[in-house]
């Protein structure tokens, strides 16, 4: 194709047929689990989509090094310790320790042990489907195996644990990523056991933090967890696994106060945790998907745009990782009195995700704006990962000379999803859908895939947002060329602006469509 304006529309284009990458094949083929919902917009496998030279690239590639060369004894120590095991191997620091110190005003050393564990799992075994690096796959592997053997039925770990349902959560994404794009076999029987051992450790229902508060507790840190974000992975789990008991407990954390509020379109947003709170709207989603109940596709509409409705013009959002009353001038306010304006790596992953659930549901492409505005404004300029656990964490919105800063602390929460979120940059550009393919984001990569059984190839080169040109192209081994519709993001263009658009959407998702 010719090269073409960052908005303008190309309705249908002519795809040669190229040569499909070669798909890395899942550990097994998925049960066959009912759902109520099947988006008309699916995504794509991680290797179908390569990230090409680039920061993304750079990004992905940094984080990679940084997790494969983690000492896998010192990830496995609070979890040995805390079951009484021989715990060689190196203390991590920061958060990630055992560690009598913890004082919530001063001190975070030990605040939350072996917390990141899942997610770290989670993002090699991402990283690894998307680059085919088996010494990533064995690491992945081994971790699941030294994790398997600290798992014992009364859950010993989470004895005057601060926060066990958010901890668990990143270990059942680590397991079922591991099992999926990982192929680990036993991933699954790891986090059977692992359910069993915690569900004794976790209250009755999903509990917000004024409810946890109104419960005695030993400090105010173990009125922290974030029970109403474990419904997500356990009905991915329950997906994945076919195993009705993650169906029956996902529903059980279900944030039916939250939900019920959102979808009646009530702003119960401010106060609340900022980042805990977008991500349970992907447990929304999941509920929606999964149950078929409307109201949870209210509420994470909803909910994301009163997120919106006080957003930097940045796209990030929560000052001092909570979300303030709109219209009261206090997002602004917040230029003047804080350095910790967005919580970035979390927040982004977040946003990243709840976006592209609702993308792929509505095809609505103002949420692929709203990805693509955190995407370049914030965790695309975070500062790299370092080994020794040194994160970005916090970008500084602050008037008075706002910098770019490393957090204080090793393995805060943003150094678990970062690498998640850099696997996750490839599948978050492509959808295929029934007629062909959705192109949202304009970075530099290539897609491959099978339309109507022709294997295809796009691959997109651009500077953007440097340049707002980018170029797309298809090969093609064969003579005869197939044809496939292409959708590109439009965003907030209107079809006046851009006469060659002929495609008719439903009348509610005009003119924001591809």
Not at 58 to 71: G, I, R, S, T
Not at 141 to 149: I, S, T, Y
Not at 173 to 183: K, M, N, P, R, V
Not at 284 to 293: E, K
Request: aromatic residues 12%; hydrophobic residues 30%.
């Amino acid at each position: 194709m010719k090269s073409t304006s960052r908005r303008q529309f190309l309705k249908t284009a002519a795809v040669a047929t190229g040569g499909l990458m070669a798909i890395r094949a899942a550990a097994w083929d998925f049960p066959n689990v009912e759902v109520a919902i099947t988006p008309p917009l699916a995504v794509f496998e991680y290797p179908q989509v390569q990230l090409l030279e680039g920061i993304l690239q750079q990004q992905l590639e940094n984080n990679h090094k940084v997790y494969l060369n983690l000492d896998e004894d010192g990830l496995l120590k609070p979890f040995r310790q805390r079951q009484g095991m021989a715990a060689p191997g190196p203390d991590m620091g920061g958060w990630y320790d055992n560690g009598d110190d913890f004082n919530s005003q001063s001190n975070f050393h030990g605040f939350i042990p072996g917390h990141t564990f899942g997610q770290y799992v989670s993002g090699l075994a991402r990283t690894y489907a998307v680059t085919g690096s088996k010494p990533t796959q064995a690491k992945v592997q081994r971790l699941v195996r030294g994790f398997a053997e600290t798992v014992e039925p009364t859950g010993k770990f989470y004895v005057d644990y601060r926060l066990p349902g958010y901890t668990f959560d990143k270990t059942c994404c680590g397991l079922i990523d591991a099992h999926e794009f990982a192929q680990d076999p036993i991933a699954l029987d790891v986090l059977k056991r692992a359910t069993e051992a915690v569900l004794p450790h976790l209250p009755e229902k999903a509990l917000s933090r004024a409810e946890q508060e109104a419960r005695p507790h030993k400090s105010i840190a173990f009125t922290w967890d974030e029970t109403y974000t474990l419904p997500e992975n356990f009905f991915l789990a329950y997906r994945r696994s076919g195993d009705k008991r993650y169906l029956e407990v996902a529903k059980r954390f279900i944030y039916h106060e939250y939900y019920d509020a959102l979808a009646e379109n009530h702003n119960v947003l401010p106060g609340k945790h900022a980042y805990s709170h977008v991500n349970t709207f992907s447990s929304a989603m999941q509920a929606y998907l999964v149950l078929g109940d409307d109201k949870y596709l209210r509420a994470a509409t909803n909910g994301l745009r009163m997120v919106h409705e006080q957003t930097y013009a940045t796209g990030g959002w929560g000052p001092n990782e909570g979300f303030v009353e709109p219209g009261k001038g206090l997002l602004a306010a917040s230029l003047k009195s804080t350095r910790s304006s967005f919580e970035t790596p979390c927040g982004a992953y977040g946003q990243f995700k709840i976006t592209r659930y609702l993308l792929r549901t509505t095809r609505d492409s103002r949420y692929g704006d709203s990805m693509e505005r955190v995407l370049y404004n914030t965790i695309a300029g975070a500062k790299p990962m370092q080994a020794d656990g040194t994160t970005f964490y916090y970008s500084d919105y602050n008037n008075d000379n706002g910098k770019k800063v490393y957090y204080k602390d090793k393995w805060p929460c943003c150094s678990g999803t970062f690498p998640q979120l850099t696997a996750d940059y490839g599948i978050s550009a492509y959808y295929p859908g029934d007629e062909g393919i959705y192109i949202n984001l304009f970075i530099p990569s290539k897609v491959s895939w099978s339309q109507n059984r022709t294997p295809c190839t796009i691959t997109q080169k651009t500077s953007y947002p440097r340049r707002i040109r980018r170029n797309c192209t298809s090969t093609s081994p064969v003579l005869k060329p197939s044809r496939c519709t292409c959708e590109f993001r439009l965003g907030q263009m209107r079809r006046a602006e851009c006469p060659s658009t002929e495609r008719k959407w439903r009348p509610r998702l005009s003119p924001v469509s591809f």
